[in-house]
């Protein structure tokens, strides 16, 4: 799935907001840059188009939207297309430049630890 910054931002405000409006999202994408509301219009639209969104009734004239994809989905499609392009495909200097990130707090470090920890418990080691 191919999103561009701006379909994600629009798609973290439905995510936020569960069903919601197009005048509710441009609110919420408005605080953060200058766009018009037939701009977020069309791009609530266009997520429709893609599978992303999925109109579920009306509040007055305002269509309601709602999620038709999870945030875990697109994030998941999103890495693998990064690593694809950035990483041609291997996850091993992805995951070295994470780990070698003096920004990681140790709560984040802990939390990685109890995750490796986890994925060995249930057989997930691979010699990849």
Known sequence: MRLSE???DVMQQVWR???CSAPDVHCG???SRNVAYTTVKT???R???KGCLVRVGADGRAILYEAAVSRATVQQSMLERFVAHVFAGDRRPM???LLRDET???TELQHLRDLLS???ADGGESDA
């Open 6 to 8: 701006f379909e994600l």
């Open 17 to 19: 907001r569960g069903r």
């Open 29 to 31: 994408v408005a605080s």
């Open 43 to 45: 791009i609530l639209d």
């Open 47 to 49: 997520l429709e188009r």
């Open 95 to 97: 995951l070295t430049q």
């Open 104 to 106: 990681l707090t140790p």
């Open 118 to 120: 986890d994925r060995q």
